[in-house]
């Protein structure tokens, strides 16, 4: 499986970015697609995920009524809808997939085996 991050720039607080990743050479469907980000000098984390079901996707209550996560199945691609940005949204944002993610570690890194190469998003105050 490959995934390919793009959409990351340079943006001042209260702005949009929408970040999109296209995912080849597995079944679009069968994974369940995710974003997480990593600041410099912090851990990665997780920002937002969506199912093979899109009806629910799950956030980060730090950037929970700002991003929307969204699929679309036909063009094997993941978005990331990033509205009202912060500063602290700033970091390199990835996108990943999994096969064996439930809901119990669906906010874990380390529960998803395919990672894009990352785009940078910074958002000046």
């Known amino acids: 499986v490959q995934l390919q991050a793009s959409g990351g720039g340079l943006v001042q607080a209260g702005d949009s970015l929408r970040l999109s990743c296209i995912v080849s050479g597995h079944t679009f469907n069968s994974h369940t697609l995710a974003w997480l980000r990593q600041a410099p000098g912090k851990e990665r984390e997780f920002v937002a995920a969506v199912r093979r079901d899109p009806s629910r996707p799950y956030y980060a209550d730090s950037v929970k009524g700002r991003f929307t996560i969204s699929r679309d199945n036909a063009k094997n691609t993941l978005f990331l809808q990033m509205d009202s940005l912060k500063p602290e949204d700033t970091g390199v944002y990835y996108c990943?997939?999994?096969?064996?993610?439930?809901?119990?570690?669906?906010?874990?890194?380390?529960?998803?085996?395919?990672w894009g190469q990352g785009t940078q998003v910074t958002v000046s105050s």
């Open positions: 990943a997939a999994g096969t064996t993610i439930i809901l119990s570690n669906i906010r874990e890194a380390s529960a998803y085996h395919y």
